[in-house]
């Protein structure tokens, strides 16, 4: 290298210290200013972005209202206010703040600069491992003097700064390393002979075993990707990631069935109640062979000695748009390869068979909390099952619902009613079908054959239309759409359940107490802070299953 | 059935194996009938036209080699007719008559039939070989090999137009099963699919999205979608003519090569060497050398040039832009013979060498620009359009991007940035350094680049719920 390209390095670096201990010499105020045009024109470009579109899957029923993220609820309960409000940059899994991502690019450039300066400079005449440790030096005591003098300048100091410039610093000693050692290559390459490396020969055997490590690699990606990708899923039904999280063997009574279930059974309050722990292993709108699907699943980890239905699913369709739902977050297994065979077809059986045809392109959304619980999992459902809604729909009187008329596939449903039977028979539990309470119900004499056909099963059948008013229901506040009951409805729905159940049934005992003791008090909060909130009202009413 | 689809790997899989299960005699036939049923999965009336056309070139193939009546012309000139006419009908007849309405009282008249997939591909390969005949090469006799030729499946579609000499010598040839061509095929078809899933169909959310309403856009938005649309044009044109290539070399052929690096350009000539080089050779075979070729006048040559660029518009597409955007790269080409001397003297003043790096970089950002002057006529869904498109260019109407506005997320917006700048390399080091075959002929970087496009197809890829797969552009020509 000549003189003077030297002498130029050596000006690069010292005005490059210089600018950076200058800037970090600055009151924060003065920094502000400078660095305020450039991010109040990010906040523009970005304000203008309209909010994406959420995946219909992800809506399993027209009933759902918006649904709260975590984040989002704690910043309704926790107000924060915020001196400045910047926009976040999206990056990946991660949203940065814009003025934390504009000020700290420039400084990873700034610092990725100095490395490259003074790399280039000790690495002028090629790699020299001794010269490393001068380098490591000025990594770190330029960021150690720049952290020192915004503390001293009245400024934040973060010691994780320092590893970031750090890092930034052998970002560009490493490209000026890699770029020494192609070079190097290169040059030797024209020199020297090449040592007698012998070419690849083509050999069957090693391509066959390359195949298999090839398809192995492909089936680990998937398997690491897929869990990160699927949407998550904490309510309206299909909560499979964290029943499986359910201590083993704990459940007393177990609930399945459609929106209905979820919807209108509290098992905090169940258990306030009567001591029982129950889990609502229920789905959107979902049919017969899924639901007998969903209890040979839920049986592998828990053994419930009392298994409720819902039983309007008997009058569903064959395919609705909620089988995928209820499908996708069901562990993978025989019966679920079989659901995904009988009830889909087309790209939705595509996407069941393999995942990612229906998920991959959801890179470009991931957050903070796929990438979390894809890798870690799901913990405990804080309400087992259960949906809060606080929403209302004021109910003006019964209403007959529009149901598919299809007798073969209702038939259908009546063998795998036997299926259930026979299987909580196998397994000693009892078995109880029921029908919710709702305003928008099917026909008396639907209701009346599903009566009839299940009793004659050998199965316990309860219509609770029939009691209506005994459950004290306001139809001005306990209804959250003619279909749904509301967090109102649903508590004394509960609590009409819990008197029978407590005579008929005993708490095992295998609870964990403390879990328990947090649903319940994360029930009483939402219901506490729904009661104290204004009455919220549904614009729209619909009912579904 | 698509290149990019799940059926077009099968039906690969399926014709590679019986192909080479087959005895050697009755692998040509096998191939015929796939490529046969490969055409009709489009619409099987149409195998009956390319029928037609083959058994014409054909005939007067074997009518000009053998002087029948003692005319090899008339036989020539039969050919020429009847396909051309078949091309006429099927793709310029609408566009004809629209042009000509004025002259009739504006009544238009307008045939309802499909464009046949591939047509004009097909019907050049098949004059192409009728020429070489008349030219003096031998005729095909076996019409089974020929028409094999001529519906090869690969490059039945979309190319590369193939020429007879190259193509029946490898019909004929023995073609023992070989471990290698299978291994070399793959890394094409993957390298394709990447190209074609990756990058072109989600540059196609952004361009799809910016024309389709390009009033709604600002010069900068528009600029952005016409550099799109270059690079969304260039992989999927250039990833079917790989997995074309790759298909083909499965079953031991070797297609020519139709993209070298064609955004490496220095002018606007060098382009046309580069992109589509099967339609460029073909032009300046079958077209501009009969004109004269360079070996005439200066204004007689830009004339020829003006002419084959036009009708190479007019190859492309019935519709007053493409034969617009064929005049314009003619036009860059004459002005460019017209302003040599003076880009000369001007070099020489300065003291400039034309080879230097810089001067090449520069000569390339402007031939890059010119390219994608012309693909804005070449995109864009009316005269109206384009014109309004130039004029927001021109005037600078918005400088502001609205990234919600194109159609795609941020994240995918730098996705495809890196992707066009990895393909920039990567295409050097495929066409400058060889790379494909040092690759094949290890194994762990191999196998590791397979997996590379295999993930980056898997995360990336367009396909999936509700995902129709897009046809490669070149399909409607």
């Given at each position: 290298?000549?003189?003077?390209?030297?002498?130029?390095?050596?000006?690069?670096?010292?005005?490059?210290?210089?600018?950076?201990?200058?800037?970090?010499?600055?009151?924060?105020?003065?920094?502000?200013?400078?660095?305020?045009?450039?991010?109040?024109?990010?906040?523009?470009?970005?304000?203008?972005?309209?909010?994406?579109?959420?995946?219909?899957?992800?809506?399993?029923?027209?009933?759902?209202?918006?649904?709260?993220?975590?984040?989002?609820?704690?910043?309704?309960?926790?107000?924060?206010?915020?001196?400045?409000?910047?926009?976040?940059?999206?990056?990946?899994?991660?949203?940065?703040?814009?003025?934390?991502?504009?000020?700290?690019?420039?400084?990873?450039?700034?610092?990725?600069?100095?490395?490259?300066?003074?790399?280039?400079?000790?690495?002028?005449?090629?790699?020299?491992?001794?010269?490393?440790?001068?380098?490591?030096?000025?990594?770190?005591?330029?960021?150690?003097?720049?952290?020192?003098?915004?503390?001293?300048?009245?400024?934040?100091?973060?010691?994780?700064?320092?590893?970031?410039?750090?890092?930034?610093?052998?970002?560009?000693?490493?490209?000026?390393?890699?770029?020494?050692?192609l070079?190097?290559r290169k040059?030797r390459k024209h020199t020297e002979k090449k040592p007698g490396r012998r070419p690849y020969e083509f050999s069957l055997k090693k391509e066959l075993a390359a195949g298999?490590c090839l398809?192995?690699?492909?089936?680990?990606?998937?398997?690491?990707?897929?869990?990160?990708?699927?949407?998550?899923?904490?309510?309206?039904?299909?909560?499979?990631?964290?029943?499986?999280?359910?201590?083993?063997?704990?459940?007393?009574?177990?609930?399945?069935?459609?929106?209905?279930?979820?919807?209108?059974?509290?098992?905090?309050?169940?258990?306030?109640?009567?001591?029982?722990?129950?889990?609502?292993?229920?789905?959107?709108?979902?049919?017969?062979?899924?639901?007998?699907?969903?209890?040979?699943?839920?049986?592998?980890?828990?053994?419930?000695?009392?298994?409720?239905?819902?039983?309007?699913?008997?009058?569903?369709?064959?395919?609705?748009?909620?089988?995928?739902?209820?499908?996708?977050?069901?562990?993978?297994?025989?019966?679920?390869?079989?659901?995904?065979?009988?009830?889909?077809?087309?790209?939705?059986?595509?996407?069941?068979?393999?995942?990612?045809?229906?998920?991959?392109?959801?890179?470009?959304?991931?957050?903070?909390?796929?990438?979390?619980?894809?890798?870690?999992?799901?913990?405990?459902?804080?309400?087992?099952?259960?949906?809060?809604?606080?929403?209302?729909?004021?109910?003006?009187?019964?209403?007959?619902?529009?149901?598919?008329?299809?007798?073969?596939?209702?038939?259908?449903?009546?063998?795998?009613?036997?299926?259930?039977?026979?299987?909580?028979?196998?397994?000693?539990?009892?078995?109880?079908?029921?029908?919710?309470?709702?305003?928008?119900?099917?026909?008396?004499?639907?209701?009346?054959?599903?009566?009839?056909?299940?009793?004659?099963?050998?199965?316990?059948?309860?219509?609770?239309?029939?009691?209506?008013?005994?459950?004290?229901?306001?139809?001005?506040?306990?209804?959250?759409?003619?279909?749904?009951?509301?967090?109102?409805?649903?508590?004394?729905?509960?609590?009409?359940?819990?008197?029978?159940?407590?005579?008929?049934?005993?708490?095992?005992?295998?609870?964990?107490?403390?879990?328990?003791?947090?649903?319940?008090?994360?029930?009483?909060?939402?219901?506490?802070?729904?009661?104290?909130?204004?009455?919220?009202?549904?614009?729209?009413?619909?009912?579904?299953? | 059935?698509?290149?990019?689809?799940?059926?077009?790997?099968?039906?690969?899989?399926?014709?590679?194996?019986?192909?080479?299960?087959?005895?050697?005699?009755?692998?040509?036939?096998?191939?015929?009938?796939?490529?046969?049923?490969?055409?009709?999965?489009?619409?099987?009336?149409?195998?009956?036209?390319?029928?037609?056309?083959?058994?014409?070139?054909?005939?007067?193939?074997?009518?000009?080699?053998?002087?029948?009546?003692?005319?090899?012309?008339?036989?020539?000139?039969?050919?020429?007719?009847?396909?051309?006419?078949?091309?006429?009908?099927?793709?310029?007849?609408?566009?004809?008559?629209?042009?000509?309405?004025?002259?009739?009282?504006?009544?238009?008249?307008?045939?309802?039939?499909?464009?046949?997939?591939?047509?004009?591909?097909?019907?050049?390969?098949?004059?192409?070989?009728?020429?070489?005949?008349?030219?003096?090469?031998?005729?095909?006799?076996?019409?089974?090999?020929?028409?094999?030729?001529?519906?090869?499946?690969?490059?039945?579609?979309?190319?590369?137009?193939?020429?007879?000499?190259?193509?029946?010598?490898?019909?004929?040839?023995?073609?023992?099963?070989r471990a290698e061509n299978l291994r070399d095929?793959f890394l094409?078809?993957?390298?394709?699919?990447?190209?074609?899933?990756?990058?072109?169909?989600?540059?196609?959310?952004?361009?799809?999205?910016?024309?389709?309403?390009?009033?709604?856009?600002?010069?900068?938005?528009?600029?952005?979608?016409?550099?799109?649309?270059?690079?969304?044009?260039?992989?999927?044109?250039?990833?079917?003519?790989?997995?074309?290539?790759?298909?083909?070399?499965?079953?031991?052929?070797?297609?020519?090569?139709?993209?070298?690096?064609?955004?490496?350009?220095?002018?606007?000539?060098?382009?046309?060497?580069?992109?589509?080089?099967?339609?460029?050779?073909?032009?300046?075979?079958?077209?501009?050398?009969?004109?004269?070729?360079?070996?005439?006048?200066?204004?007689?040559?830009?004339?020829?040039?003006?002419?084959?660029?036009?009708?190479?518009?007019?190859?492309?597409?019935?519709?007053?832009?493409?034969?617009?955007?064929?005049?314009?790269?003619?036009?860059?080409?004459?002005?460019?013979?017209?302003?040599?001397?003076?880009?000369?003297?001007?070099?020489?003043?300065?003291?400039?060498?034309?080879?230097?790096?810089?001067?090449?970089?520069?000569?390339?950002?402007?031939?890059?620009?010119?390219?994608?002057?012309?693909?804005?006529?070449?995109?864009?869904?009316?005269?109206?359009?384009?014109?309004?498109?130039?004029?927001?260019?021109?005037?600078?109407?918005?400088?502001?991007?609205?990234?919600?506005?194109?159609?795609?997320?941020?994240?995918?917006?730098?996705?495809?940035?890196?992707?066009?700048?990895?393909?920039?390399?990567?295409?050097?080091a495929?066409?400058?350094k060889d790379l494909a075959r040092r690759v094949n002929h290890t194994l762990v970087p191999r196998y590791a680049i397979y997996?590379?496009?295999?993930?980056?197809?898997?995360?990336?890829?367009?396909?999936?719920?509700?995902?129709?797969?897009?046809?490669?552009?070149?399909?409607?020509?």
């Open positions: 290298m000549s003189r003077k390209k030297q002498t130029i390095l050596y000006v690069l670096i010292v005005l490059n210290v210089l600018f950076i201990w200058c800037n970090s010499m600055l009151p924060a105020e003065t920094s502000n200013a400078i660095s305020d045009p450039i991010i109040s024109r990010l906040d523009r470009a970005i304000s203008e972005k309209e909010e994406p579109v959420v995946e219909a899957q992800t809506k399993p029923s027209e009933t759902e209202p918006p649904k709260t993220t975590e984040s989002e609820k704690q910043e309704t309960e926790n107000p924060v206010q915020k001196e400045k409000k910047h926009e976040t940059v999206s990056l990946f899994f991660f949203k940065i703040r814009t003025h934390r991502f504009v000020r700290k690019s420039a400084h990873i450039l700034e610092y990725i600069l100095l490395g490259l300066w003074c790399a280039l400079l000790l690495l002028r005449d090629g790699i020299r491992p001794a010269r490393y440790k001068f380098l490591a030096l000025t990594g770190l005591f330029v960021p150690l003097i720049d952290e020192t003098i915004q503390f001293w300048s009245g400024r934040t100091s973060l010691v994780g700064d320092i590893w970031l410039d750090l890092l930034s610093f052998s970002v560009g000693v490493f490209v000026v390393t890699a770029g020494s050692y070079s190097n040059n298999v398809l192995a690699a492909l089936v680990l990606l998937c398997g690491a990707a897929l869990p990160v990708l699927t949407p998550k899923r904490h309510d309206y039904g299909s909560v499979w990631g964290m029943y499986e999280k359910e201590p083993k063997n704990s459940v007393d009574v177990l609930v399945l069935g459609s929106s209905l279930a979820y919807c209108d059974i509290v098992p905090a309050v169940l258990y306030e109640k009567t001591g029982l722990t129950s889990f609502v292993m229920a789905g959107p709108e979902q049919t017969f062979p899924v639901t007998y699907r969903y209890l040979k699943q839920a049986l592998k980890t828990q053994s419930p000695r009392f298994v409720m239905v819902e039983a309007t699913g008997l009058l569903f369709g064959k395919t609705n748009r909620s089988v995928k739902v209820n499908l996708t977050y069901m562990p993978y297994n025989l019966d679920r390869l079989s659901a995904t065979m009988t009830e889909t077809a087309g790209s939705e059986r595509a996407g069941l068979l393999f995942p990612m045809y229906a998920y991959h392109d959801r890179w470009d959304e991931l957050t903070a909390e796929d990438l979390r619980k894809g890798v870690l999992g799901y913990d405990t459902d804080p309400m087992a099952g259960y949906t809060f809604l606080d929403e209302i729909t004021v109910i003006d009187g019964f209403s007959p619902r529009d149901l598919p008329d299809e007798p073969d596939t209702y038939l259908e449903n009546l063998s795998f009613v036997e299926k259930i039977r026979d299987l909580c028979a196998e397994k000693g539990i009892r078995l109880y079908f029921f029908l919710s309470p709702y305003a928008s119900r099917p026909e008396d004499g639907d209701r009346a054959k599903i009566m009839k056909d299940v009793t004659d099963r050998g199965i316990m059948f309860k219509d609770f239309n029939g009691s209506f008013d005994s459950f004290g229901f306001d139809l001005k506040t306990d209804f959250y759409d003619p279909a749904h009951l509301n967090y109102r409805g649903a508590v004394k729905f509960t609590e009409y359940l819990a008197d029978r159940l407590k005579a008929n049934i005993t708490p095992s005992g295998k609870a964990d107490a403390a879990l328990w003791k947090k649903r319940v008090s994360r029930f009483s909060e939402l219901r506490a802070a729904a009661d104290a909130a204004p009455p919220r009202y549904k614009q729209t009413t619909d009912n579904n299953g | 059935m698509n290149f990019n689809s799940l059926s077009y790997l099968v039906f690969l899989t399926v014709g590679v194996t019986v192909c080479y299960l087959l005895p050697r005699r009755a692998r040509n036939g096998w191939l015929l009938v796939a490529s046969y049923f490969f055409y009709m999965c489009w619409n099987p009336k149409y195998a009956l036209l390319m029928l037609f056309s083959t058994a014409v070139t054909f005939c007067c193939g074997l009518l000009t080699g053998r002087r029948v009546w003692g005319k090899k012309k008339l036989w020539l000139v039969v050919s020429l007719l009847l396909n051309l006419s078949i091309l006429f009908f099927f793709k310029y007849f609408n566009f004809a008559s629209g042009l000509l309405a004025p002259l009739f009282a504006g009544k238009a008249v307008t045939l309802n039939v499909l464009l046949p997939v591939g047509i004009s591909f097909y019907i050049f390969q098949a004059l192409g070989y009728t020429i070489d005949v008349y030219r003096g090469a031998a005729p095909e006799t076996n019409f089974f090999d020929y028409a094999l030729f001529v519906s090869f499946f690969p490059q039945l579609v979309a190319g590369p137009i193939e020429r007879s000499g190259n193509m029946l010598k490898q019909i004929k040839a023995d073609r023992p099963f095929g094409p078809v993957l390298w394709g699919l990447m190209k074609k899933m990756v990058i072109a169909d989600n540059v196609a959310l952004i361009v799809n999205t910016v024309y389709g309403a390009p009033r709604e856009h600002t010069a900068a938005e528009l600029a952005l979608a016409t550099v799109g649309f270059a690079v969304q044009i260039y992989c999927d044109f250039s990833a079917y003519t790989d997995i074309a290539r790759g298909s083909a070399k499965m079953l031991g052929f070797s297609l020519m090569e139709n993209f070298r690096r064609p955004y490496a350009a220095v002018s606007v000539r060098d382009f046309w060497r580069r992109w589509h080089i099967s339609l460029s050779s073909w032009f300046r075979d079958y077209l501009y050398i009969p004109l004269g070729g360079s070996h005439v006048s200066k204004w007689r040559r830009i004339l020829n040039l003006l002419i084959v660029f036009t009708i190479s518009g007019l190859w492309h597409g019935a519709a007053l832009t493409f034969v617009v955007w064929g005049l314009l790269n003619g036009v860059y080409q004459a002005v460019s013979l017209l302003v040599d001397p003076l880009r000369k003297k001007w070099y020489a003043l300065l003291r400039l060498k034309e080879t230097a790096r810089l001067s090449r970089a520069c000569k390339t950002l402007v031939t890059f620009l010119l390219i994608n002057f012309a693909w804005v006529l070449f995109r864009a869904d009316t005269m109206g359009d384009a014109a309004f498109i130039f004029r927001s260019l021109f005037t600078l109407r918005g400088l502001s991007v609205n990234i919600a506005g194109l159609g795609v997320s941020l994240p995918t917006l730098i996705l495809l940035m890196l992707c066009a700048a990895a393909l920039w390399f990567a295409d050097r495929i066409i400058d997996f590379l496009l295999i993930a980056l197809i898997l995360l990336f890829g367009s396909y999936g719920d509700g995902f129709d797969p897009q046809d490669f552009v070149y399909f409607q020509f």
